[in-house]
């Protein structure tokens, strides 16, 4: 395996390096960099081109230039060899410094997006798969190719009307109209009649039931002044993760390993210890340093209290403790941002809670909190048009290969041996229903780092696509060059990954060395 690595770093080496030598000489002799000075009336236009033409080293010939650039780039490679260098753009400015930027914030943009999609989608696409033919399918299946169809920057301007300026029109009121706590309701009840099975009475019961839960915790929301002041407390985040606990373990291994179940339910407990030990101390100076580490922390504690636990499978046990820990302090966490939003809010600066434009309100100041809630608000829109539009496709995917994977003789034999159809489909069905999807990802997530030009462009959001956006319409050769090293790099990057997963999904699957 280590040989097969190797050899495929060193290919994916000339690989870049080919590629780069190819672009840079498309890019040299494309375009004229000079162009907008040269029809510059200023009196001191001759010494604007010579500044221009110092800077680009555009007197050396462009295959020589090459490789002065190629010397720059291999220290941002290889950063214990040589300094990492890309040159400047025409505006003077440091392409490292633009890129470090410009990647920061699309890795926050675009990669919460992909994971959702893929989480998401991947989840849909199996329940429709064993719900074939339901109602549930058809519905899922008309929503997934409805935003697989809709244009991203359309889907972006409706976001932006509906989803930012009347929900903010809405929080500046803060009461819910009758009509839309009706909406509401339907929508409720409709999703809770799709997802129950049985007889058309019964689902139409589950769907008064979703009816009535969604008006009255709406109700409750609106005459609570929720909206304005919203939080967990203790009450909701011990409801949500029992929930939580008891979801896991189902996922993992089955309520019938009930060790495992009170695993979770005692990272529960101790995720309540937590929310009263941390908000008024540790939460007060926090970082991203300070949650990284209370992660881990989390995650280590929840595999222990797994591997004490022990019962019928102590990995299992374990499992669950993480998944549950992990998730329990989440819901912390997001309680703590909660109430920090009444704070948010009222800051002289953000003039809308939901952000339609830019990464973050300039000039803001405040803590930890206050600008983490500052990125989140200006992430939604472009997260959410970037889901809609990637998530359909992981369905379809998703749905598709399941299918393939449930009519396998291998599952027939599961379901012979009378195993529960919760390990028919989780422990047998889902690895290998992953296998075609491999591919997908790997090539999304080396993608995502390219940017999302269109989306990015609408919500003026300054990430890798917006950035080679503008690099194109002013001729900016080196900045060009970095986007093209960074989203290259990326892409041989995940393809190495996916073929060693391939390997860890099917044993069958063996890299030759």
């Given amino acids: 395996m280590l040989t097969y690595i190797i050899r495929r770093l060193i290919t994916a080496l000339f690989i870049i390096l080919a590629a780069a030598f190819l672009v840079y000489m498309l890019i040299a002799y494309s ?3 000079l162009k907008d000075l040269r029809v510059n009336p200023s009196p001191n236009r001759d010494s604007l081109i010579r500044q221009r033409i110092e800077l680009l080293d555009l ?6 230039r090459f490789f002065k650039w190629l010397g720059g780039a291999a220290g941002c490679i290889t950063p214990f060899l040589t300094q990492c260098t890309l040159g400047s753009s025409i505006q003077g400015q440091q392409v490292t410094q633009a890129l470090g930027t410009a990647v920061g914030n699309t890795l926050q943009l675009v990669v919460v997006a992909t994971l959702l ?3 998401i989608g991947v989840t849909m696409g199996i329940i429709t798969a064993l719900r074939q033919y339901s109602a549930l399918d058809y519905t899922a299946t008309f929503i997934t190719f409805l935003c697989f169809s809709l244009p991203s920057f359309w889907l972006a301007v409706l976001l932006k009307e509906y989803g930012a300026i009347g929900f903010n029109q809405f929080l500046s009121n803060g009461k819910i109209p009758l009509p839309a706590l009706l909406i509401i309701g339907a929508i409720t009840g409709i999703v809770w009649a799709l997802f129950a099975t049985g007889k058309p009475m019964r689902r139409l019961i589950f769907g008064a039931i979703g009816f009535a839960v969604g008006v009255l915790v709406f109700l409750y929301l609106d005459l609570t002044d929720w909206f304005q002041k919203p939080n967990l407390g203790p009450i909701l985040i011990a409801i949500f993760g029992a929930g939580i606990a008891t979801l896991v373990t189902i996922l993992v291994t089955g309520l019938k390993n009930k060790r495992a179940w009170y695993t979770g339910l005692i990272q529960v407990v101790l995720g309540l210890v937590a929310y009263y030990v941390l908000n008024p101390t540790v939460f007060n100076t926090a970082t991203w340093t300070t949650l990284l580490v209370l992660a881990l922390i989390a995650i280590a504690v929840g595999l222990l ?3 004490l636990m022990a019962g019928q499978d102590r990995g299992q046990s374990m499992r669950v403790g993480a998944f549950t820990a992990l998730l329990m302090g989440g819901l912390v966490v997001l309680d703590r941002f909660m109430i920090t939003w009444p704070q948010y809010v009222s800051t002289p600066r953000v003039r809308g809670p939901i952000a339609t434009v ?3 309100t300039p000039g803001l100041d405040g803590d930890f909190w206050i600008t983490g809630l500052d990125k ?8 959410i048009t970037l889901l809609l539009v990637g998530m359909a496709t992981y369905t379809r995917y998703a749905r598709s290969s399941t299918l393939e994977t449930m009519n396998q003789d291998y599952i027939r034999t599961a379901r012979s041996k009378g195993l529960s159809e919760r390990t028919v489909v989780m422990r047998h069905a889902f690895r290998n229903m992953l296998i075609p999807l491999t591919t997908i990802l790997a090539l999304d997530f080396g993608a995502v780092i390219g940017g999302a030009a269109i989306t990015e462009n609408v919500f003026a959001f300054q990430g890798m696509g917006q950035l080679f956006v503008q690099a194109l319409n002013r001729f900016d050769p080196n900045i060009m060059m970095g986007v093209f090293l960074v989203t290259g790099v990326a892409a041989l990057v995940m393809n190495l990954i996916a073929d060693l997963t391939y390997s860890a999904l099917d044993p069958r699957v ?4």
Avoid: C, M, Q
């Avoid at 063996?510 to 060395?513: A, N, Q």
């Fill in 117 to 119: 999609s893929i989480v």
């Fill in 305 to 307: 209290t797994g591997f």
């Fill in 376 to 383: 989140y608000t200006h992430l939604v829109l472009p997260t």
């Fill in 510 to 513: 063996r890299v030759k060395s």
């Fill in 59 to 64: 007197n050396t010939p462009p295959p020589l």
């Fill in 31 to 33: 375009d004229d960099p």
């Fill in 358 to 360: 830019g990464a973050e």
